[in-house]
């Protein structure tokens, strides 16, 4: 399943959302668009797991930056920040490939929230999604 999504992140930068289909990201993954069938419902499937997986590889990139640094409100701050940042940075395909497969409407999804290990407050707060989950360890 993995091999799934990394080829869906990939696709994207190369053909766009609308022309990523199944058998094109199937291709991509080295397997036949049956597979991809067995796993996700759909398209829109495959690409509310993209999004869950970023957030989920997010939380795990940030989460011992940001821990380290909880001492003081603005040390906690400036992790957060540049933790995000450099993740951003250092997976630019896949921050591509969120924002054109919809991030927004993914993260107004409570069930989608809920895969990711974010409460559905975490975007209607206006609190950081990583300091909520950071908080819960």
């Known amino acids: 399943m993995t091999q799934i999504i990394e080829a869906a992140i990939d696709t994207n930068p190369e053909v766009g959302f609308g022309r990523a289909s199944l058998a094109r990201i199937g291709e991509r993954a080295g397997i036949s668009k049956g597979p991809i069938g067995y796993h996700f419902a759909g398209k829109d499937d495959l690409i509310e797991q993209v999004v869950v997986d ?3 590889q997010g939380k795990t990139y940030m989460r011992p930056l940001i821990i380290d640094a909880m001492s003081t409100g603005s040390g906690f701050l400036r ?3 540049e933790s995000n940042l450099a993740f ?3 997976r630019r395909t896949y921050m591509v ?3 054109e497969y919809r991030l927004p409407d993914a993260l107004r999804r409570a069930d989608v929230l809920a895969r990711a290990g974010l409460p559905p407050a975490a975007t209607t707060d206006r609190q950081p999604m990583i300091s909520t989950a950071s908080r819960q360890h």
């Open 54 to 56: 970023v957030i989920e």
């Open 79 to 81: 992790a957060y920040i």
């Open 88 to 90: 951003m940075r250092e």
């Open 97 to 99: 490939a969120i924002v």
